[in-house]
């Protein structure tokens, strides 16, 4: 997948001067920040200062360059390696076999420093200069031994302090900290000269192959191994990545993070570290040596060397972007972290994630758009405002466009295909939802929730109640017409509530309740209109709307004044209740029971005032049923039997002369009158059961023969009723053996169905294998057989 990752420039060109053949050609390069030093083949060092890429212009082109400075070497041989170290501004140069040490910026040699001979090749550890005093590590291999010298290299000496054995001359090296990544003649090593250990890797062919070793990163080399492929080894002998497949005669290769750079006699080839993919292909015949800079690679021909100058990384990003290729543009943003300015990577990398979630939710992969929008940190404005009819935005939001390829126009959506629309406003709303109530959403609340308001309304989506009967940033000014024009006038009420509009919140709810406006919820309006007035602290609004509720329904209504909570109780005295409540008597009779038994009031008042509303709904019985009626006569009867506040003499006067005798005899008990009150349930409720709980409370001076009447009628009726017991009892035993006998009897041959017999009442054939049979031989299907 062709991705432009550098572009070639001419950096230096190596003219011959006036007519004369120069024959000078260039042999080795080394890059230290803007300086260039270029190794001639007539043993001349070049010093060349690069342009800064970072100013404009300068990061697409190569201006070629004039020279800063020169030196020969006093020897005909060429130049073979240079290497800078820029910690003690030396620069190390290799030609016929010995290294001497220059100046970086006068090129003159350091006197104090004796060339190092039979030198093949060096490199240089960097990592040793943090130290004091400063020095550098150069590990020197040794023409025609198999050794590698170590030295410590500092300001104006150089000191040999390790020599390392080999079996065989090494052939090329790379350096990271202690450990040495060696090329044999047919095999690469690794070797740890700190400790002493050596770790063969894998074998290579010197015949088809280049050794390569190169630095990839801290710990990592990579080789040119075998089958044609470019290994990546740890410093510890094991490989963390896929290898790069490329050609079989790569003559060398550099890295320039996150990118590994060949070269092979037809062209230059850039490979991803990250996804080891081929990303570009440039033509080039006549290179000869590759070098990697912090800011470009060079590529040497024996007369020119040109850079091969990195596309920005914002650049590949975008390009990769308008191709749809998120995920290889996460993997850079993420790999080349370490090449990426600090103060703008966290900016990089939430772009990338946000324009990936963009590519996402047009290909309509929204749980994936959902998680990048989030890990981008994502403005949600630039989500809903690519949605139609969305609600308005902050006057100081601008909307940015999507750099990527396959944007659809949700408008053009809503007339073309509104049922894809709704899976997309289906995400807006999962994404709204899971992302309203954390920082990210905290900068555009109002828009956020206005725009779930609007969703959650045209959906009809039970989710709009929680949403506004919670925390939220709804605007009213923007959401009443919304909620109007799709009749969600419930919704409407929490709103008002949530801004503090609650006058206009219950006047909403009881138009709901009273059928003036017409509302698809199913909740109980009028129970929650009490449940909402229990709660509410402005006395003047309780009472504004009070006589509605218990008017609507007492039973329900009257939970204002009986459900409020704990701290509330004392913002109603009992008596303003009251007198409220007198012209509703239910209510009443149900709220003294409040007070009676869950606030244990003592009042007499409010004991007697119970009894006497117990007495008014027994005597009244109109509308009344049965079982509502033994409920109430129930609740006076325990009401006068256990309490012991209320004013026996006020509810004797009204009892007195009506029928309920076992009332009458509780007061006449209550005031010590026990015969009368055994006198009445014999006699006139004819309770014995009741009176012989009343002879528990007798006096113990009380004789047999006052009692003895009642007592022989007690037990003349009880063994009344037990005897008739025995005798039912006897009788459905009987019946239950006849119902038996008759069901064995019938039960007791086969019915056989032939394939022709038909249903007696439908006259149709039997095509399942259940019917029915009645004892009178009479055959149907079962769903027949209530015909």
Known sequence: MSLD??????????????????????????SCGKNLYVGTKDCFVHHFVLPDLSQPGN??????????KKRHLGMKRPITQLKASPILTHLLVLSDSSVTVLNMFSLEPIQTMQKIRNVALFEVNEIAAFTDP????????ASKKKAISIYAVSIDKWERVKEVPFPEEPLALAVDRSCLCVAMSDRYILHKHTSGTTKELFPYDKVKQNPIVKVVGRGEFLLNGPGSLGMFVTNCGISQRPPLQWPEQVHMAAVYFPYVVTLDSEALRVYSILDQQQKQLIPFQKGCILVSSQERVFVLTSNEIYSLIPVQI??????????????EALDLVKGARAVIPKDKYKAVYQYVLQQAGFIKFFQECFSEAKELFIKGHLDLREVIALYPDSPPLSTTFKQPHPSVCNIKDLNQMKKEDPERLQRYKQFLVDF???????????????????????????SGSEELIHLLSSDNACQLNECVHCLEKHQRYFALGFLYHSRDQDYNAIQTWIQIADGYLQESTQKDIHRHIVKFLSFQQKRELVWKYADWAVQKNQEVGVQIFTKRPQREQESFSYEEVIGFLK????????????????RNSKEERHHTLLAMSYLEQLL??????????????????????????????????????????????ILYSKQGEHDKALWTLVHKEQDFQAAESVLQILPDSWSLQLVSRFLVESVRISIHYRRMESVEKSLAQAEHLRYRYSRAKATEGIVKVAKERTCQVCHKSFTEPTFLWSLSGILTHTHCARR
């Open 432 to 458: 709204l939802s899971a992302i309203r109530l954390t920082e990210q959403a905290q900068r555009c609340k109002e828009q956020v929730d206005n725009t779930l308001l609007k969703l959650y309304a045209e």
């Open 314 to 327: 914002e650049e590949q990003i975008e390009t990769l972007m308008s191709r749809e290729r998120a995920s």
């Open 620 to 665: 009244e019985k109109k509308d009344r049923d049965k079982i509502t009626l033994f409920g109430t006569r129930t609740k006076l009867q325990v009401l006068l039997h256990e309490s012991s506040f209320y004013n026996v003499a006020v509810i004797q006067d009204r009892v007195l002369d009506t029928e309920l005798h076992t009332e009458i005899a």
């Open 583 to 598: 012209q509703y008597q239910l209510a009443l009779m149900l709220y003294l029971e409040y007070l009676v038994t869950a």
């Open 5 to 30: 990752v550098f572009s070639l420039t001419l950096a230096i060109e190596n003219q011959p001067a006036g007519n004369e053949k120069d024959e000078l050609h260039f042999c080795c390069l080394e």
């Open 134 to 141: 400063v020095f550098v590590e150069l590990f020197v291999v």
């Open 59 to 68: 990061e697409k082109t190569c201006p070629q360059q004039k020279e800063v």
